[in-house]
């Protein structure tokens, strides 16, 4: 147990600074993932054709293939691009730091589970609200912020939630291609220590509380998106 | 009548499928993939063409196995948690939390680094018949997405298990089956069948969760490309070229998922 003390010769501080950067990949990732997911649910449900149809590649490409894959390529080709714009306008290429590139190759992954999401719950909203709204003579940018976004917020934050539990426990994956977070962190002291086990049960552990308390919030959370709805229990709906 | 509208049906579909701005859609995507054909590096292809048939054949291989070995062991977790008393409802529904709330990456590698440090100490585990294959890793690996699966499909199971109506069962009752019977012919396929289609996507993320396996050092096709990549300094091809495995291979499973739900008349009460 003491390996796993705060001060030096005990490694605590090195899980807890993984720990930190694996909550900031997943709070990066989940916001990054929303902005792409509102977008692409706005482009597949009242986009053109080809806006409709590119939406509809970006989901099933990212949905079919491996996290660990596209974690890959996205990782190395945006170093890639980005290397090469910064050539085009004259800068020297630069190392990007791993928990800005673990945010983006997340949020991207993110992004087209939270465009299904975003897409189920708008499509869940009794047509006649809108419908009214319209009657009313609001704008669509009033109906987007006092119909649209507050009634579909019930049917979004279940499956949101499950996106926000599957991307902490995705941000595990960067630790392939060594960013520094709780498991990449985890393995180079349960290494450097021999002691495997404790490591990894202490890591699990963290896992495990982050989870548990997220559900804890989500559950107010989705208390508070319902208020003033009927029950689910026993409501047939 | 009903029969001349199925024969429009599919024609229409497709004339409504093929619109415009697709078929131009279709062409640029085209495009692209004659253009990485063309334009990038594939000679590295039939030198390696054995070894990515094998590493094809050992993914499908874990990804059936450990399949059918979780939902094995996802129906009695989902029992105990949906009918099962409170002894046995308690750690089955621990295992489900504990498996669903950390990473599959930590499971596989406590499993592996820290069984596989543990074991060596104890004389008679190197002794015993299965040491042979405890220094290997895909006993590890077969184990810990086993488990995962299970832990995930133990949920669903439950779910399914509470969702058959009351009714079924107390019809089975009345009609004289035994518990076990009622089980094997109503309650079973009922919950199973309401499972199907969860089951179909939980299935596609099993696959995804197989090339994992690759950092213990088994030897799939994620391995397989990984290795391209080490040997030949290519870095795009083998990654594009897995994508394109990885998406064939949902696309079986999700049409195998399919003819199955086809195959089970879809009316229950």
Redesign the interface.
């Known amino acids: 147990m003491g390996l796993l003390a705060l001060e030096p010769p005990g490694r605590g501080s090195f899980l807890l600074a993984g720990f930190l950067n694996s909550v900031m990949i997943a709070v990066g990732a989940t916001v990054v993932g929303l902005c792409l997911g509102v977008c692409g649910a706005w482009c597949k449900l009242y986009g053109g ?2 806006a409709r ?2 939406a509809g ?1 970006y989901t099933t ?1 990212v ?8 974690i ?2 996205l990782y ?2 945006g170093a ?1 691009l980005l290397n090469k714009a910064l050539a085009a306008f004259g800068y020297p290429p630069t190392d990007i730091p791993g928990v800005a590139a673990g945010i983006f190759v997340l949020g991207v992954v993110q992004g087209a589970y939270s465009t299904e999401v975003l897409r189920g719950a708008i499509l869940a909203i009794p047509q006649g609200q809108i419908e009214a709204a319209r009657a009313y003579g609001m704008s669509p940018s009033l109906i987007m912020r006092r119909i649209t976004l507050p009634a579909m917020l019930p049917f979004a934050i279940p499956g949101l939630a499950n996106l926000w ?1 599957i991307a902490t ?5 960067l ?2 291609v060594g960013v520094n977070e709780l ?1 990449q962190v ?2 180079t002291a ?1 290494g450097a220590t ?1 002691a ?2 404790t490591f ?2 202490a ?2 552990a963290i ?2 509380a982050l ?2 308390f997220s559900g804890a919030i989500i559950g107010r959370i989705e208390r508070w998106a319902r208020r003033g709805m009927p029950s689910v229990a026993g409501a047939g709906r | 009548m009903s029969e001349a509208l199925m024969d429009v049906k599919p024609k229409r579909a497709a004339t409504n499928w093929l619109k415009p701005h697709r078929i131009v859609l279709i062409a640029i995507g085209l495009a692209i993939v004659l253009a990485s054909i063309f334009l990038m590096r594939w000679d590295w292809l039939p030198q390696y063409m054995p070894l990515a048939i094998q590493g094809i054949w050992r993914t499908i291989w874990l990804l059936v196995v450990t399949s059918v070995l979780g939902i094995s062991l996802a129906i009695p977790l989902g029992l105990a948690q949906a009918a099962g008393p409170a002894w046995l409802a308690a750690p089955a529904k621990a295992f489900c939390t504990i498996i669903r709330g950390t990473p599959l990456l930590l499971q596989l590698w406590l499993l592996y680094y820290g069984l596989g440090s543990l074991f060596p100490q104890f004389p008679w585990i190197r002794d015993s018949f299965l040491w042979p294959y405890l220094r290997q890793a895909w006993p590890y690996g077969v184990l810990s997405l086993t488990l995962s699966y299970a832990g995930y499909e133990g949920e669903v199971m439950r779910g399914a298990f509470a969702g058959v109506p009351k009714g079924q069962l107390e019809a089975a009752r009345a009609f004289g089956m035994s518990r076990f019977t009622i089980f094997r012919r109503i309650w079973l396929k009922q919950a199973l069948h309401r499972a199907l289609p969860t089951l179909a996507g939980e299935t596609v993320l099993q696959l995804k969760a197989t090339p994992l396996v690759a950092t213990i050092t088994m030897v799939d096709i994620y391995a397989v490309a990984s290795r391209v990549r080490q040997d030949l300094f290519v870095t795009y091809e083998p990654l594009l070229l897995l994508a394109a495995v990885y998406m064939a291979i949902t696309g079986v499973i999700v049409f195998l998922f399919r003819k199955l739900e086809a195959r089970i008349p879809t009316r229950i009460g």
């Open positions: 054709p080809v149809d590119l590649v490409i949905r079919a293939v491996p996290e660990l894959v596209l890959l390529i190395f080709a890639d539990l426990k995705d941000t595990a994956l630790a392939i498991t985890t393995r349960a021999k495997y086990f990894f049960m890591a699990g896992y495990l989870t548990l």
